[in-house]
Every structure is written in C-alpha cells, then in structure tokens.
C-alpha cells in the first residue's frame, strides 16, 4: 500500500501559470486535507473535504480551489500562481480511531 | 488565526539534555494531538490526548494533557540525535473534520 500519494514532489512556475497538485490515497479514508507549510508558519490547512462530493475552506483558501474528484482523489488548483504561494504542500487523509492524519511526502512548489 | 499557540519556536540542545515544547489554547480543547516532522519529510502522528490531566509515556516521550484541557506538553528526556525535528500540536476544530497546527517547536541537538 502507498498510502497518500502526491504527485509532483518539485515544480517550479512562472508567476500567473496555472497548474494541479494531484493528491490519491489508498487507505480508504473519507477525510481529505491540503495544507502549505511555510518557515515559522507552521502548517496551514487551504482546503478539506469530509466525504466525496464536500469541500470546505480552511484557514487560507484564497487562490486556491479543489476537487475532490471520487473518495481516492483529491486535487488542488492554482489558476494563477503568484510568489506567495510559494510553499511546500502536503496532502493528507484522515483514518478512524484517533482521527490522526496520514501525510503525503509533500510538493515543494517554487513561483518565480 | 491559530487556535494553539505553540513554544519555543526554536530549541537547541546537547544531546542527553531534556527538551520541552508546550502548548496552549485560549479555548477548552476536546483533544490534542502531536506530531513529529524530520527535517525534509512528513509529519507523523504521535499520540492523542483526550482526558484532563492525562499522561502518556512514549519511551523517552511524555505528553501532557492540562487538568483544564487548555494546554499540552511534550517532554522528551535525554534527547538523542533521533529526536531532531519539529514537534507540532494540532487542535481538531469544526467537529473534529479540520485539524488545525501550531507553529512548531525545531529541535534541534549538538551531538
């Protein structure tokens, strides 16, 4: 089992591109996350979605958009990438019992 | 903003030295949870706490849970070059559905 997948794990953009962090668990959980992770910022959660066909907005949603396409995929959407957005994002799911969440190894994304 | 905030930001020790990092909440949390990231990788789940007052060892880790479910602690007793990383609380919010992080505490030791 891979876990949470997330594909890219490097990217580098212009600002104003656009491009999709794609996010595919295999642990068969209902809870998807995606967070940024900035030096002294800690992580911050972008977008979240409880169940197949729900998003909700998290603590920085702006610039941003989701699809939580079937209860494997989750994608986040960056129509128009600006410097801030510079970041590394990890995708995550959430498992039964504690409700801990279970990490992507992370999408270190660079906006120039 | 954040719900847990979250100290020291930066912690630099000896190796064997002890370390603490705490945690604290204006608000009553129903639980709080911990996480460990290594420098360049993931976080992982550590634990969860959920009662008042609660303690639970992890080998050379001990977590706290405050009798007033307003703040945690995560010591870690004669810290080895394996400990190095970011220790994160996390507050679950909205039902439980967001978990959201503190800042981290970066640990990090002079073999």
């Known amino acids: 089992n891979a876990g949470v997948t997330q594909t890219p794990k490097f990217q580098v953009l212009k600002t104003g591109q656009s491009m999709t962090l794609q996010c595919a668990q295999d642990?068969?959980?209902?809870?998807m996350y995606w967070y940024r992770q900035d030096p002294g910022m800690g992580l911050r959660l972008i977008y979240y979605?409880?169940?197949?066909?729900?998003?909700d907005k998290g603590e920085v949603p702006n610039g941003y958009n989701v699809s939580r396409l079937n209860k494997r995929e989750f994608s986040l959407r960056l129509e128009s990438a600006a410097p801030s957005q510079t970041s590394v994002y990890f995708c995550?799911?959430?498992?039964?019992?504690?409700?801990?969440?279970?990490f992507g190894e992370g999408s270190r994304l660079t906006v120039l | 903003g954040q719900q847990v905030m979250q100290i020291p930001q930066y912690q630099h020790v000896q190796e064997g030295e002890d370390f603490t990092t705490y945690c604290n909440s204006s608000?009553?949390?129903?639980?709080i949870q911990w996480y460990k990231q290594r420098p360049g990788g993931h976080p992982v789940f550590l634990i969860q706490?959920?009662?008042?007052?609660e303690v639970k060892k992890q080998k050379r880790l001990t977590f706290q849970f405050g009798e007033a479910k307003k703040n945690s602690s995560l010591h870690i007793t004669a810290t080895q070059t394996t400990d190095v990383g970011t220790y994160f609380c996390a507050d679950p919010i909205g039902g439980a559905q967001k978990l959201v992080f503190g800042q981290g505490t970066r640990l990090t030791i002079n073999p």
């Open positions: 608000t009553t949390l129903s639980n």
């Open positions: 706490l959920v009662k008042s007052g």
């Open positions: 642990m068969n959980h209902n809870s």
């Open positions: 995550a799911t959430k498992g039964g019992g504690t409700g801990e969440l279970f």
């Open positions: 979605s409880a169940s197949e066909g729900t998003t």
